[in-house]
């Protein structure tokens, strides 16, 4: 499982809170769930429990009404439990336990039932990130499942890396024959692939698309229909199969691995467009000191004179001119 960031978490508690995963068997497969270590804890008691669904507010576990677990539940003043979730690591054999804390809100029979009860448990406070995680992964790949169905991924070194694709070499089953073939792009409503045939033998026909996955490791299933088939130019045996799929039956495991490469990119996508944001902010900070500093500077004004040294000068003007002083005239002997 890979690690979400706080801002992922968050996004995922506030966007998907009250919405409701029913624990299928394809929803257990995808999740990983161990339901045989799923457990609810009460009145100092621990007892194994079916847990038939979960959100981020409440679950909803069966139990028997004759086990010890009922009588604890059945408690007045609605009694607080624990329940404890167990997932497999899909990169490793590690395993994923934790507990969240709850209380019983309601308890009625399942399915009319008089050995079965299905009780709602609701959360005391924020589940632990793992959940969020995990239960938001599958929720976001449903949801871009249907708003990002049409977006194409080329299958190169790269995109396989990031989508968990074993190989692009597969097998296409059509009509009841398999046909070695090699995809060329895939999406969550189709894909492309190049394989061996006359295309107007090929074309509206069912297919069934066998790709291979790593972690975890997996052979899945696509149904769908061939909608156009086309000669590659130059070859007469060899054709370009666009593939349609039956969106109904998509595996939830298909779309998780998409989904994991579609937020990858977003994710590489928002920091390149930071970057660029970045470059232009200090590129515009820069080109404004430049020009600042090229503007002329204007000269300082004269400064004017001291108030002490103005007025000697303004009453050396206003005196008026002294005579100059007569020199005495020498005597002459005769």
């Given at each position: 499982?890979?690690?979400?960031?706080?801002q992922q978490l968050t996004k995922y508690y506030?966007?998907?809170?009250?919405?409701?995963?029913?624990?299928?068997?394809?929803?257990?497969?995808?999740?990983?769930?161990?339901?045989?270590?799923?457990?609810?804890?009460?009145?100092?008691?621990?007892?194994?429990?079916?847990?038939?669904?979960?959100s981020f507010q409440h679950a909803k576990i069966?139990?028997?009404?004759?086990?010890?677990?009922?009588?604890?539940?059945?408690?007045?003043?609605?009694?607080?439990?624990?329940?404890?979730?167990?997932?497999?690591?899909?990169?490793?054999?590690?395993?994923?336990?934790?507990?969240?804390?709850?209380?019983?809100?309601?308890?009625?029979?399942?399915?009319?039932?008089?050995?079965?009860?299905?009780?709602?448990?609701?959360?005391?406070?924020?589940?632990?990130?793992?959940?969020?995680?995990?239960?938001?992964?599958?929720?976001?790949?449903?949801?871009?499942?249907?708003?990002?169905?049409?977006?194409?991924?080329?299958?190169?070194?790269?995109?396989?890396?990031?989508?968990?694709?074993?190989?692009?070499?597969?097998?296409?089953?059509?009509?009841?024959?398999?046909?070695?073939?090699?995809?060329?792009?895939?999406?969550?409503?189709?894909?492309?692939?190049?394989?061996?045939?006359?295309?107007?033998?090929?074309?509206?026909?069912?297919?069934?698309?066998?790709?291979?996955?790593?972690?975890?490791?997996?052979?899945?299933?696509?149904?769908?229909?061939?909608?156009?088939?086309?000669?590659?130019?130059?070859?007469?045996?060899?054709?370009?199969?666009?593939?349609?799929?039956?969106?109904?039956?998509?595996?939830?495991?298909?779309?998780?691995?998409?989904?994991?490469?579609?937020?990858?990119?977003?994710?590489?996508?928002?920091?390149?467009?930071?970057?660029?944001a970045q470059q232009k902010a200090a590129q515009?900070?820069?080109?404004?000191?430049?020009?600042?500093?090229?503007?002329?500077?204007?000269?300082?004004?004269?400064?004017?004179?001291?108030?002490?040294?103005?007025?000697?000068?303004?009453?050396?003007?206003?005196?008026?001119?002294?005579?100059?002083?007569?020199?005495?005239?020498?005597?002459?002997?005769?």
């Open positions: 499982m890979g690690i979400a960031t706080s506030d966007q998907y809170r009250d919405t409701e995963i029913t624990f299928t068997k394809d929803i257990i497969r995808a999740l990983g769930l161990d339901p045989r270590q799923v457990y609810v804890k009460c009145n100092g008691g621990q007892w194994p429990c079916i847990i038939n669904s979960t069966i139990v028997g009404t004759k086990g010890g677990a009922f009588q604890a539940l059945a408690a007045k003043n609605n009694p607080t439990a624990n329940l404890r979730f167990c997932f497999n690591e899909q990169e490793d054999d590690g395993i994923i336990t934790f507990l969240v804390s709850s209380r019983v809100a309601e308890m009625r029979p399942y399915m009319n039932s008089k050995d079965l009860v299905i009780v709602t448990l609701q959360f005391t406070a924020r589940p632990p990130d793992d959940l969020i995680e995990i239960c938001g992964r599958l929720l976001e790949a449903n949801a871009n499942a249907v708003r990002r169905r049409e977006e194409r991924i080329p299958i190169n070194e790269d995109s396989k890396r990031k989508l968990n694709l074993a190989k692009e070499e597969c097998n296409v089953v059509v009509q009841s024959v398999p046909r070695h073939c090699v995809v060329r792009d895939i999406s969550f409503s189709g894909a492309r692939v190049v394989l061996i045939g006359l295309s107007q033998f090929l074309t509206g026909k069912e297919a069934v698309l066998r790709l291979e996955f790593n972690e975890p490791s997996e052979i899945l299933s696509i149904r769908g229909t061939i909608v156009a088939a086309d000669l590659i130019p130059g070859r007469k045996d060899i054709c370009i199969a666009s593939l349609k799929f039956d969106e109904s039956s998509l595996p939830l495991s298909f779309k998780m691995h998409l989904n994991t490469y579609l937020t990858a990119v977003r994710k590489v996508q928002l920091s390149a467009s930071e970057q660029i515009e900070a820069q080109a404004a000191v430049m020009a600042q500093a090229s503007e002329p500077q204007a000269e300082p004004a004269p400064a004017a004179p001291a108030p002490e040294a103005a007025a000697p000068a303004a009453e050396a003007q206003s005196a008026p001119p002294q005579p100059a002083e007569q020199q005495p005239a020498a005597s002459t002997q005769n």
